[in-house]
């Protein structure tokens, strides 16, 4: 069973910058694909970003496209989310995710972590 295990959430003032780290416990087929998907208060799940194992290909929703880069670090399995310039509409629960395939992690990924709560203030 994949285990993903999110951590650097915290408050942070609009306008600043935050690290997200997700450190998956194995490479299996589910793992092919990493991402993040966040849910904000009161709205649905919705995806972020998505990177192959490998770290050669990433792909980004269009609405964080610009504010956020993905990115892997092989020698530890570790994926990282780095968001700047953040909204007070950025607060939410960023789950780290995987799956078998980039359709799968955008829209409902097989595993998920426990999330981490990002909380962005004015």
């Known amino acids: 069973q994949v285990q993903l295990v999110e951590s650097g959430g915290g408050l942070v003032q609009a306008g600043g910058s935050l690290r997200l780290s997700c450190i998956a416990s194995q490479h299996t087929d589910d793992t092919y694909w990493l991402g993040w998907s966040r849910q904000a208060p009161g709205k649905e799940r919705e995806f972020v970003a998505a990177i192959s194992w490998t770290g050669g290909v990433t792909h980004y929703a269009d609405s964080m496209r610009g504010r956020v880069t993905i990115s892997k670090d092989d020698a530890n399995d570790t994926i990282y989310l780095e968001m700047s310039n953040l909204k007070l509409r950025d607060t939410a629960v960023y789950y780290c995710?995987?799956?078998?395939?980039?359709?799968?992690?955008?829209?409902?990924?097989?595993?998920w972590g426990q999330g981490t709560q990002d909380t962005v203030c004015s």
């Open positions: 995710t995987a799956n078998p395939n980039i359709h799968g992690v955008i829209t409902s990924a097989r595993h």
